[in-house]
């Protein structure tokens, strides 16, 4: 399983993440994590390295989307897995944000934004987001 959780601070991207991670079994790979130690343009190439030495995983965090952005636009053949199981979307936030948060947010979402329409076109589902007691399962791909 591969799955991408995208959203603003504070929308239950980590608690999505933690659950889904129980249920399938793989590691999640928390992209704010990265930033302490590198710079912000170099963080999603340094989780896609990550990410090519795991069989499954769930990425996540305020830098996942551009993680799925450098993902989409880096070549991959014909033949290759699936890049994506799917991908969730989380708007909503669960609790107060700063204005810094809020303008994270909408940074996030012009992103978001901008892989949809490649999503799309690559098959690959886009999750909603959910309130965080139901945390369900995505639908397997076929």
Same mark, same amino acid.
């Given at each position: 399983?591969?799955l991408?959780?995208?959203?603003?601070p504070?929308?239950?991207?980590? #608690?999505?993440?933690?659950?889904?991670?129980?249920?399938?079994?793989? *590691?999640?790979?928390h992209?704010?994590?990265?930033?302490?130690?590198?710079?912000?343009?170099?963080?999603?190439?340094?989780?896609?390295?990550?990410?090519?030495?795991?069989?499954?995983?769930i990425?996540?965090?305020?830098?996942? #989307?551009?993680?799925?952005?450098?993902?989409?636009?880096t070549?991959?053949?014909?033949?290759?897995?699936?890049?994506?199981?799917?991908?969730?979307?989380?708007?909503?936030?669960?609790?107060?944000?700063?204005?810094k948060?809020?303008?994270?947010?909408?940074?996030?979402?012009?992103?978001?934004?901008?892989?949809?329409?490649?999503? #799309?076109?690559?098959?690959?589902?886009?999750?909603?987001?959910?309130? *965080?007691?139901?945390?369900?399962?995505?639908?397997?791909?076929?």
């Amino acid at each position: 399983m591969k799955l991408a959780i995208c959203g603003g601070p504070h929308t239950g991207k980590s #608690a999505l993440a933690e659950k889904l991670s129980e249920l399938y079994s793989v *590691p999640v790979v928390h992209t704010d994590d990265w930033i302490k130690d590198h710079s912000w343009s170099d963080v999603p190439d340094r989780v896609l390295e990550k990410l090519a030495t795991l069989d499954g995983w769930i990425v996540e965090g305020t830098q996942a #989307a551009r993680v799925v952005r450098r993902m989409l636009n880096t070549p991959h053949p014909p033949s290759a897995a699936p890049l994506l199981d799917g991908v969730y979307w989380l708007e909503k936030t669960l609790s107060e944000v700063t204005e810094k948060h809020q303008s994270m947010a909408k940074g996030i979402a012009t992103i978001f934004a901008g892989i949809r329409p490649v999503l #799309a076109k690559a098959s690959i589902p886009i999750f909603p987001g959910l309130p *965080p007691s139901m945390f369900p399962p995505p639908p397997r791909r076929p």
